[in-house]
């Protein structure tokens, strides 16, 4: 609400729908059946401290403390700990593990989720180890409480068809025999569907055209860079 903030919103219409807001839809599905899951934030819900431990928890904070905790001001710096923070793949006690393949029947099927409040009480309850399992929207929308409870305005963005780009060269690459027939040796691939995060926030590190929604994706895939 304070015009001087990073993370200042004009719209208060917007306010109420990105800060408030404790309940929300995620759109999931393919592009020609795409299915609306009610999805409850409840940013509000006794989590401060789960989320603050989880600050504690980064291996951001393990490396060096003293500059986590100068930065945590910072909306680029949270979001880029909170996003390593909300998979358990990089062995820093992250929120949720993502299985996409095989039986789920020891643990949470990822399409029983509606809510990021039992998933983070869960996982302070088992003493920070990562709750099994999650997939992308899972992440996301866990991802979105949190950020919302530490006062970063956040949305969740659903893309249908979505590339998935492997070697980086902006293109899905397919190839073909001398006779036309399809080679299966592309590692790109195109998602029936993928959910991610965008977070309001100014960068006066890339100037002001670049500001407003941010992408941030907590799904783990390929590392970045490195």
């Known amino acids: 609400w304070f015009s ?36 409850y934030y409840g940013q509000f819900q006794d989590l401060l401290n789960i989320c603050l431990t ?21 909306p680029k710096y949270l979001g880029r700990v909170i996003s390593s923070m909300i998979n358990g793949n990089d062995n820093d006690n992250g929120v949720l593990l993502g299985k996409w393949q095989g039986s789920f029947h020891s643990h949470e099927n990822p399409s029983r989720w509606d809510g990021s409040v039992v998933i983070l009480k869960k996982w302070r309850q088992d003493n920070y180890r990562p709750v099994q399992y999650g997939q992308c929207w899972v992440f996301a929308g866990v991802m979105c409480t949190v950020l919302r409870c530490l006062g970063i305005p956040t949305r969740l963005v659903s893309n249908f068809n979505s590339a998935h780009d492997v070697d980086r060269n902006l293109s899905i690459d397919k190839y073909y025999d001398s006779s036309g027939r399809s080679l299966n040796i592309s590692k790109d691939s195109t998602w029936d569907y993928h959910v991610w995060n965008e977070s309001w926030f100014v960068r006066p590190d890339l100037g002001r055209s670049y500001s407003g929604w941010q992408v941030l994706d907590a799904t783990p895939q390929e590392q970045s860079k490195g």
Request: hydrophobic share 35%; aromatic share 12%.
């Open 4 to 39: 001087g903030d990073d993370v200042y919103i004009a719209n208060e219409n917007e306010r109420q729908e990105y800060v408030l807001n404790e309940n929300g839809i995620i759109f999931v599905g393919n592009a020609r059946y795409i299915e609306a899951r009610a999805w």
């Open 54 to 74: 989880m600050l504690d928890l980064s291996l951001y904070y393990r490396q060096d403390p003293a500059m986590d905790v100068s930065r945590r001001g910072d």
